[in-house]
């Protein structure tokens, strides 16, 4: 009975209140989720199995909060699943040479395409971090974030791992935590944009507790939660000290709240929760491809009908892409870099021929905006410098630029 009301479900109805097309026509953003399902039922009143399907869609509905627990002993590998488009349960990555990196073997949770979460282990120690700041302000429509990028509400394990620990067989990250300094000017009302933004490697969000937000991939390109040993919260430094999470943190004091506001994307646009107002437990199939949904959250003191990306225990986990307009001057992550207008990944018309050598790309491959970089050029010479993205691809820009011979 149940399998044939979802059947009739998914004809009649055509999906729920809550869940939207992930496809790439836009017009759905501009529709309300009340409007849509005021239309579903003005068709579904109208067919011949009115009666049936309405009931079916209300069995269906309530039932769902329980039909869509994920198997944390085997979550999809999401390995191979970056690409150069938005695609649902992909990243949509700017990067797409990778240098490899992350962790030096597979840990004995992993297979062939699914881990286990239950079986993974994790970087001993309980470090505190009494500097830790963050601060959220808003003004005039801009919400100012500003902090070091040390967690203020939890402890971490201790980086670089130690040789005795037994996450060390597995992942030698070499790595120290140290404060970066977080500056970030982002929109109160976030707009939509045209067309959905790449994500760079590095951060893309930072939660309210003043950890950054990485996307899904390692250096490698692969699964990151997966592969990567993390500490007891999920986190782990990168090259140059900065503190990240890739996926959900069960350290986050929101986390285990329904609809509850985690962090914020470099876009704007606010990240939350895994479950909804209902307690149902989201998964890629209630998600656009970029990890996001439009229905009723609480924003700043008030209840809004807006788009927000969604945290879940399955690949990508946090951003799939970037959904919102990336605002010229919203601040860089880490040091204070002003991200290219049109956002990561965007090259401005007519800038082809000022792009930076391979060589320059390729130096910054695995580093953050504002690291220390070095390469030779193609006429041989050796170039200094600091990963920036000036037209819109991360690349190594000179401290100086070589004499001209």
Request: charged letters at 20%; aromatic letters at 8%; hydrophobic letters at 35%.
């Amino acid at each position: 009975m149940i399998k044939r009301c979802r059947v009739r479900l998914l004809h009649v109805c055509g999906f729920g209140r809550n869940s939207f097309p992930a496809s790439s026509d836009k017009r759905y953003f501009r529709l309300q989720a009340p409007v849509l399902y005021r239309e579903m039922n003005m068709h579904r009143f109208k067919s011949r199995v009115a009666l049936p399907a309405a009931f079916c869609c209300a069995i269906t509905a309530g039932g769902a909060g329980n039909a869509q627990q994920s198997d944390d002993k085997a979550m999809p590998l999401g390995d191979g699943r970056a690409g150069s488009m938005p695609l649902r349960g992909h990243v949509y990555s700017c990067m797409t040479r990778f240098l490899g990196g992350g962790a030096e073997h597979d840990g004995e949770w992993l297979g062939a395409d699914s881990w286990d979460a239950t079986r993974k282990i994790h970087v001993q120690g309980d470090v505190s971090w009494p500097n830790a700041r963050f601060s959220v302000q808003t003004l005039n429509g801009v919400r100012k974030i500003t902090g070091n990028g040390l967690p203020t509400g939890h402890t971490t394990g201790i980086f670089p791992i130690h040789p005795s620990d037994p996450a060390y067989r597995i992942d030698r990250n070499p790595n120290r935590i140290e404060a970066r300094q977080v500056a970030l000017n982002l929109p109160m009302l976030p707009e939509i944009a045209a067309d959905a933004g790449c994500l760079p490697m590095g951060m893309v969000g930072i939660t309210s507790g003043g950890v950054a937000i990485f996307n899904a991939l390692d250096a490698a390109g692969r699964d990151a939660v997966a592969h990567e040993v993390q500490d007891h919260c999920n986190g782990h430094p990168q090259m140059s000290g900065q503190y990240h999470y890739h996926g959900i943190s069960p350290c986050h004091a929101a986390e285990n709240e329904n609809n509850a506001l985690i962090g914020y994307a470099l876009d704007g646009f606010g990240i939350y929760s895994s479950r909804d107002e209902s307690g149902k437990e989201l998964s890629n199939a209630d998600l656009d491809e970029c990890h996001g949904r439009i229905s009723r959250i609480s924003w700043d003191g008030q209840r809004r009908e807006m788009y927000h990306y969604v945290l879940t225990k399955e690949y990508p986990y946090t951003i799939g892409c970037f959904r919102g307009r990336l605002v010229s001057g919203s601040g860089e992550a880490t040091n204070g870099e002003q991200p290219a207008t049109g956002g990561p990944g965007f090259v401005p018309v007519g800038a082809a021929s000022r792009l930076p050598p391979q060589e320059a790309l390729d130096s910054c491959g695995v580093l953050s905006l504002g690291e220390r970089c070095e390469f030779v050029s193609p006429r041989g010479d050796h170039v200094s410098g600091i990963c920036r993205s000036p037209s819109g691809l991360k690349a190594c820009v000179p401290d100086r630029m070589p004499a001209i011979r």
